[in-house]
């Protein structure tokens, strides 16, 4: 069965750093988004991508943020100066079409900035 | 925007019992309400959906229901196993809009 698979499953990084989040998504589909889900907590929407660029973004995804879909299969997310605040898990996610169709969950990405 | 409303935050039933999760949601244009389950560690994983366009969706022992007029919607677990024993999470999203708003999750536990 596809799945989105997402690299690496665990980063650990400085407060300050750059970090790039990678995810593949389904390679049919045609919408992928970035969730992220502080430990013990809900899972919240961070962005939408579609036709290479942002369909939406939420007020957590502030300019530190920014996707990128460099190729034709790769998604994903940096992080430009780290903030104590953004260690959490990370899933990115996609699905073939928008609102009301099923998003795939890739296992997600711990991050932890110290 | 969209607000989703989860309750109660934990659960603890016995072995063989049901279980019920009730949600509300804000924003009367959602059309899609997914339910996932997520294990410790792992990554939420959909365990059934309804649309605005159905009242009732059952599959196996989970079953959804959705109450367009009152904007809620609730999962109903019957024959608990141990195995169900996980974080459950209520979602919403519209149709004009791509994004999936969730709820802040229940714990079930499931006793033996």
């Known amino acids: 069965e596809p799945e989105v698979t997402q690299t690496p499953s665990h980063q650990v990084t400085q407060m300050g750093q750059e970090v790039i989040l990678r995810c593949v998504p389904i390679s049919n589909h045609l919408y992928f988004y970035w969730y992220r889900q502080i430990l013990g907590q809900k899972v919240e929407f961070l962005v939408s991508?579609?036709?290479?660029?942002?369909?939406?973004k939420s007020e957590i995804f502030d300019d530190q943020f920014s996707v990128e879909r460099p190729d034709g299969s790769n998604f994903t997310l940096k992080i430009r100066s780290t903030k104590l605040e953004d260690s959490a898990m990370y899933f990115c996610a996609s699905s073939v079409a928008m609102g009301g169709t099923e998003a795939f969950f890739g296992q997600g990405t711990r991050l932890t900035v110290v | 925007g969209e607000n989703v409303e989860q309750h109660p935050s934990t659960l603890s039933v016995q072995e063989g019992d049901s279980a019920v999760i009730k949600c509300t949601y804000s924003d009367s244009a959602s059309n899609y309400f997914p339910w996932y389950k997520q294990e410790l560690g792992k990554r939420p994983q959909l365990i059934i959906d309804?649309?605005?366009?159905?009242g009732e969706k059952k599959d196996q022992r989970i079953a959804v229901t959705l109450n367009k007029t009152a904007k809620h919607f609730s999962l109903h677990i019957t024959e608990t196993q141990p195995e169900d024993s996980a974080v459950y999470f209520c979602?919403?999203?519209?149709?004009?809009?791509?994004?999936?708003?969730f709820g802040k999750g229940t714990r079930l536990h499931i006793l033996p």
């Open positions: 991508f579609y036709n290479n660029e942002i369909s939406e």
């Open positions: 979602a919403a999203s519209m149709g004009r809009d791509d994004k999936i708003i």
């Open positions: 309804i649309r605005s366009n159905v």
